[in-house]
C-alpha cells in the first residue's frame, strides 16, 4: 500500500523538470526497496522448516550382544564391492576388517564386481576371507564404456582437456566409467537382482568401530531407504553443469522445490549482492556454473558415495533410473567429469522425504582422507565381557581393543585414532548440518554457526 502511494507520488511530481534529478533518486531507491523484499521473501520461502521432532535418529547408542541380533531373520542384502585384480591386498584388509567388525555374526554374502575377468588368486584370497557367500561377477562391456550419444573421440578428447586443466581425476577414462556405472547401471546388474539392499565396500577403507546390530534390518524397520556417514563439499571443477541439469529435469517432470531439495541451495548462504532477482536471474541465463537457470545456486555438499547402505529397489526404480537416464543424455559423466557421490545426493535429496535418509553416525568410517568417528559409550554401554566381542576372528585385542568412554558418546568399542582418541572429525559437520536441516529438529544456534562449531550430526553431542 505504502509503494503505490510512493509510486503516485513519482509520476505526479515527473511532470515537474525541475525535479527530475530527485525523481531519478526517488525511482532507484523503489526499485532498490523492491529487490530487497523480494530477497527476504525469496529467503523465506527457501526457508528449512523445523520439524517438531528429528527425523533421523542413530539406529544404536552403545553395543548389543551381536549374537542375539544375529537370531532375528536376514534381509535380502549383499556387500558390494567393485575392485581391480590389482587391488587384491587392500581389498582382502577391507574384508577382513568388516568381517571382524560385523560380517562373523552376520554372514551376509559378498558381491564382487570387476569390469575384467577376475583373476583366480583374487578369488581364491577373497573367498577364503568372507564368512557368508563370496560372488564374483564381471560387468558387462555396454556399462563401463561411453552411451550411445557420447562419441569416445570427442569424450576422449574432452577427458585430455580436463586433464589439463587439472580437474580432479579428469583425465582417467576409467575413472569417468567408474562414476557412470556407480550412477546408473550398478543398480540393475544380473549380480544384484537377488537382493533389496547393499552396503558398498571399496579396498582400504576401514570400519573402527563394532557393528553389532543387523543395519538392512534396521534400515527396512526405521522406513529408511538412503544411508550415508561422511557428507563434504565436491570438487568445483568436476561438475559445472550437475545442478543446472538435475534441477532442469526437476522442472520438466513437475518435481516441487520441496525443503529437503532446498537444504542443498546456497540460498541463505549466498553474499548479499547475489541475492537480488535481477542478478540471480542474470547469473542463472548466463549459465553460472553450479547454478540452476533460475539462479539457484548448489552448495556443492553431498555424501561420499563410498560408503552406502541403501535399497537397491529406490534405486533401480523408475524415478532415479529416468533421472539417470537424462543425465546420462546430457553427457556430463564424460563432458565433465561428475561423480557418482553428487549424483546420488541430489537424487535422494529430489525424490525422498528427509525422514527416509539415514546417517550412520554410530559407525565408525574412514576413506582416505576423511572419517567419522562417534567415540565410545560409557560403561555397561561397551559391554565388557561380552565373549562375542572380545574375541572372534580379528578381535584378539579383546578387552583392551577400545579406546577412552565418553559422555554422550554412541560407538561400540571404536577405535578412533588420534593420542587420546578423539579423533571425530565429520568435515567440521557443515555439510552434514546443512543437508540434514530438513530432518533436525535440533538446530545449530547463529552463535556455534560463527564460531564454526558444529555438532557431528543431529541428535548426536559434538
Ligand atoms: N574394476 C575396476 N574398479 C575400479 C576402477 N576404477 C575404480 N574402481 C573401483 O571404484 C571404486 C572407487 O575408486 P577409487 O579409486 O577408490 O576412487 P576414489 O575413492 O574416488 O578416490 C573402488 O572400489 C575401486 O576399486 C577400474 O578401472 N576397474
Ligand atoms: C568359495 O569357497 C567355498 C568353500 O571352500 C567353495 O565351495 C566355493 O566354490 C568357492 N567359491 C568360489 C567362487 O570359488
Ligand atoms: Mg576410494
Not at 560409557?378 to 577412552?404: I, K, S, V, Y
Amino acid at each position: 500500500m505504502q509503494l503505490l502511494v510512493l509510486a503516485g507520488a513519482l509520476v505526479r511530481r515527473a511532470r515537474r523538470p525541475s525535479r527530475r534529478l530527485g525523481l531519478l533518486f526517488k525511482g532507484t531507491a523503489l526499485v532498490a526497496l523492491l529487490c530487497v523484499f523480494e530477497a527476504l521473501l525469496h529467503a523465506h520461502l527457501h526457508g528449512i522448516p523445523r520439524p517438531p521432532r528429528d527425523l533421523d535418529e542413530p539406529f544404536a547408542r552403545h553395543c548389543q550382544d551381536p549374537r542375539i541380533a544375529a537370531q532375528r531373520p536376514r534381509e535380502k542384502a549383499a556387500l558390494v564391492m567393485l575392485a581391480r585384480n590389482s587391488e587384491l591386498d587392500e581389498a582382502r584388509k577391507t574384508i577382513q576388517n568388516i568381517e571382524a567388525q560385523f560380517n562373523q555374526w552376520f554372514n551376509y554374502p559378498v558381491v564382487f564386481l570387476n569390469n575384467e575377468p577376475w583373476d583366480p588368486a583374487f578369488v581364491r584370497e577373497l573367498n577364503a576371507s568372507v564368512s557368508g557367500q563370496a560372488i564374483f561377477d564381471t560387468i558387462p562391456a555396454k556399462d563401463w564404456f561411453f552411451p550411445p550419444g557420447v562419441s569416445p573421440d570427442k569424450a576422449r578428447e574432452s577427458m585430455a582437456q580436463q586433464a589439463a586443466s587439472g580437474v580432479y581425476k579428469g583425465g582417467l577414462e576409467s575413472y569417468h566409467h567408474m562414476c557412470r556405472f556407480y550412477s546408473g547401471a550398478f543398480y540393475t546388474q544380473p549380480a544384484l537382482a537377488p537382493y533389496k539392499w547393499y552396503w558398498r565396500l571399496e579396498p582400504g577403507v576401514r570400519y573402527t568401530c563394532a557393528v553389532t546390530y543387523d543395519p538392512f534390518a534396521a534400515m527396512a524397520s526405521h522406513g529408511k531407504t538412503y544411508g550415508y556417514t561422511v557428507a563434504l563439499w565436491e570438487e568445483p571443477a568436476t561438475c559445472p553443469s550437475l545442478f543446472r541439469e538435475v534441477d532442469a529435469y526437476r522442472e520438466a517432470n513437475h518435481l516441487p522445490a520441496t525443503p529437503h531439495f532446498n537444504t542443498l541451495l546456497e540460498t541463505a548462504d549466498r553474499p548479499w549482492y547475489q541475492r537480488p532477482w535481477p542478478v540471480r536471474k542474470l547469473l542463472g541465463l548466463l549459465g553460472r556454473p553450479h547454478t540452476s537457470r533460475a539462479g539457484e545456486r548448489w552448495n556443492l555438499c553431498h555424501y561420499w558415495s563410498n560408503f552406502e547402505i541403501a535399497s537397491l529397489d529406490f534405486f533401480r526404480g523408475a524415478a532415479y533410473q529416468s533421472l539417470f537416464a537424462h543425465l546420462d543424455r546430457r553427457g556430463g559423466f564424460y563432458a565433465e567429469r561428475w561423480g557418482d557421490a553428487p549424483v546420488h545426493s541430489l537424487a535422494v535429496h529430489l525424490l525422498l522425504p528427509p525422514a527416509q535418509l539415514h546417517h550412520f553416525s554410530d559407525f565408525g568410517y574412514h576413506h582416505h582422507p576423511f572419517w567419522q568417528c562417534p567415540g565410545n559409550a560409557p560403561g555397561e554401554g561397551q559391554l565388557p565381557g561380552n565373549e562375542a566381542l572380545d574375541g572372534g576372528p580379528g578381535r584378539e585385542q579383546g578387552a583392551a581393543g577400545w579406546t577412552r568412554e565418553s559422555e554422550g558418546a554412541i560407538g561400540c568399542r571404536c577405535r578412533c585414532g588420534g593420542e587420546d582418541g578423539t579423533w571425530r572429525r565429520n568435515n567440521r559437520g557443515i555439510c552434514l548440518e546443512r543437508m540434514q536441516r530438513a530432518a533436525a529438529a535440533t538446530r545449530v544456534g547463529w552463535w556455534e554457526r560463527w564460531r564454526g562449531r558444529y555438532p557431528y550430526s543431529i541428535g548426536v553431542p559434538g
